[in-house]
Structure formats: C-alpha cells, structure tokens
C-alpha cells in the first residue's frame, strides 16, 4: 500500500481547458515539462483562501508521502492546498516545487508564494517547502512537529535558505 501510494503521488500533470476560469485559455499544460507553458496568476483572493486553508493544517501530524489532514509532509500539504484552492496541479516533491515556481527575491514575498529549504544532507539541494503567511512567518510540516508556523528569520531556517518563489507557470 505505502508502495503504491509513494508511485501513484509523484505523477503531476494537468491539462487545461477553456473552461478552467485559473487559466483562462485552451493550451494544453503540463507540469512535468515545457510542452507550451502559459502564465498562472494568482490573486489577491486566492493569496488570502491560500493562507486560510494553510492555517486549517496547523497540527496535522507529520507523515512522511501523507498529503492529507489526517497526516502530511511539507511538499503534500503545499501540493494539496494549491490544488484545493487554486485548482493548480503542483508537482508531489519539492524540489519540483522550487522548479516550478518564478523565483523571487525575500524582500518581494507576498502571501502565499513558496518557501525552499536544503534541510537534509545536500546543501545545495531543495528538501523542504513552506507556504508565507506574512509577517516574515511561514506554515511548513516539520517532521518533529507536524503542521506549525515558524518565522523565517530564525537562524535555522536562515541557514538553510535556498530560494522563494511564486507560482506563475
């Protein structure tokens, strides 16, 4: 079952419609790879229902390839809201999630825009995703802690900093 559940969760490919109203148009896109990409924007609307729903995780306990309330990891519970919210198909893993998104620079984060950590052996590369709630404050599954939100400026999350960006492909 967790097999099934591990190869099932990293497919991440959507096609849209004219009818989907978060596209606005009949180009087919998909998120694993350029086929014919087209701007997403997401608006101020959407930015606060992003964080509203974020804060409805608070205290859901960490499961690794979990993707729901009941249990989550980072990339799961980023993926799930901005479907749920957006109708954005993100992909399952985040460093996908880093690939994904327009990079932006700290000073431009607006909430809802993504946060992108290397928090396991290689520094250099994303293994953590969080969502900005403003405030310099993000909710992130922590693998200790569950669903929490922690400011941005603590030293750990300092140091292991990689990038932040806005989904707009």
Not at 59 to 71: F, L, Q, V
Not at 129 to 139: A, F, R, W
Request: one cysteine or more; a positive charge.
């Amino acid at each position: 079952m967790f097999l099934i559940a591990i190869l099932t969760s990293c497919h991440s490919s959507k096609k849209v419609t004219a009818s989907d109203p978060i596209y606005g148009n009949t180009e087919n896109y998909s998120s694993d790879g350029p086929e014919q990409e087209q701007e997403i924007k997401i608006n101020g609307k959407q930015r606060k229902a992003i964080v509203k729903e974020a804060n409805k995780w608070l205290g859901t306990p960490y499961k690794y390839a979990g993707e729901s309330r009941n249990g989550t990891d980072c990339s799961g519970m980023v993926m799930t809201i901005y479907k749920d919210v957006c109708g954005i198909k993100l992909p399952r893993n985040s460093a996908k999630q880093a690939d994904f998104c327009e990079k932006i620079k700290k000073k431009n984060l607006r909430p809802g825009d993504l946060l992108f950590f290397a928090t396991g052996k290689d520094k250099k590369k994303v293994s953590h995703v969080g969502i900005y709630i403003g405030d310099d404050k993000m909710i992130h599954a922590s693998t200790s802690r569950g669903v929490v939100i922690n400011k941005i400026t603590e030293q750990y999350y300092e140091k292991t900093f990689i990038s932040c960006g806005k989904v707009v492909k």
